[in-house]
């Protein structure tokens, strides 16, 4: 997420109230989770299990609980909670907007676009030409959404990232100031649920055919010309590389990816990431003939166990 314009370090740590280490002019550009992290950005990390890696990691500003050395060419901000310093800068950079009219007037919608009775389109959405929205279906603030798409009835784009912190207290979330992105020619079938991203975009790649009830995690990007069939769940952080066939009930972890033509196979669980181009199947998943050999063995072991006795 980048800023509106460019921010000083003594500004952001200014308005967090911490200390900070470096230039007090030092330029911030924006914030972003690790993964997804460009020189400029503030990156936050609260364990010492990953401070090494967000130390050398591309962002240039790390947001940490503890003063370290630090690496040249960046700066610091020290903060005794970065958890929750990282979402006063989201509700600061990017503030929830209130909705007063079922379809925004900051809205852009594309000629030839068809949007159905009882649609919900946020603040500075933009949805292209030739596009299908039916009934009933949300779409958040900043969503994108290319040309002829369709969405089916109940569909919600841009919902918040299921990210927590536990606390004593309960479990405090983070903020998403993300979007999702729907490039052209996709397809999304009715009570889909995908997540805008926690700081960067959900992206549903061209071409792509998503059936009825699948999930989409925060920050997932699924590749073009995919087929993901009913009650997928596709968790946060996940690649889905292009022309990937993922058959109903299909479970992810989060953070893995999957290979370009991969198929797996229905009630798969995706434990880890796979290569392109073979069939997986099975929990934990396996290459699906090796998995189907061992289902073929386990019928035989009654008449290996009756010519023992």
């Known amino acids: 997420m980048k800023f509106p314009k460019v921010s000083t370090l003594q500004e952001i740590a200014n308005l967090l109230q911490c200390e900070f280490v470096g ?22 990390v609260d364990h010492p299990k990953y401070y090494d890696k967000a130390l050398q990691s591309a962002a240039t500003v790390v947001l940490i609980n503890k003063k370290v050395d630090c690496p040249v060419g960046k700066a610091l901000l020290i903060s005794d909670d970065p958890f929750r310093d990282f979402n006063k800068l989201t509700h600061h950079f990017k503030p929830f907007q209130l909705a007063s009219l079922a379809i925004s007037p900051s809205a852009t919608i594309g000629a030839g676009t068809i949007i159905q009775p009882n649609v919900f389109i946020g603040n500075h959405v933009t949805i292209g030409e030739n596009c299908l929205i039916h009934s009933n279906v949300s779409i958040y603030d900043h969503t994108v959404i290319g040309n002829n798409v369709i969405i089916h009835a109940g569909t919600i784009l841009g919902a918040d990232a299921f990210y927590y912190k536990k606390r004593e207290s309960g ?14 020619n996709v397809g999304i079938g009715a009570l889909c649920t995908i997540d805008k991203g ?25 590749g073009k010309k995919c087929l993901i069939a009913s009650q997928t769940g596709i968790a946060g952080c996940v690649i889905v590389e292009d022309e990937v066939t993922l058959w109903g009930q299909v479970g992810t972890t989060s ?11 229905g009630q798969t669980g995706v434990t880890k990431s796979v290569e392109g181009g073979k069939s997986y199947f ?7 003939r090796e998995q ?18």
């Open 255 to 265: 953070g893995i990816t999957i290979g370009s033509k991969a198929v797996i196979m």
């Open 282 to 288: 099975g929990t934990p998943i396996q290459e699906s």
């Open 23 to 44: 230039e007090s002019d030092f330029p911030i550009l924006g914030m972003n989770e690790i993964h997804v992290v460009e020189p400029g950005d503030i990156v936050f």
């Open 198 to 222: 926690v700081t960067g975009d959900t992206t549903i790649g061209e071409g792509t055919k998503i059936d009825n009830q699948v999930h989409v995690g925060h920050d997932t990007v699924i």
């Open 292 to 309: 189907l050999k061992q289902l073929a063995n386990l019928k035989k072991i009654p008449e290996i166990l009756t010519k023992l006795q």
């Open 171 to 184: 479990f405090d979330q983070l903020i998403s100031g993300g979007r999702v992105v729907v490039q052209d």
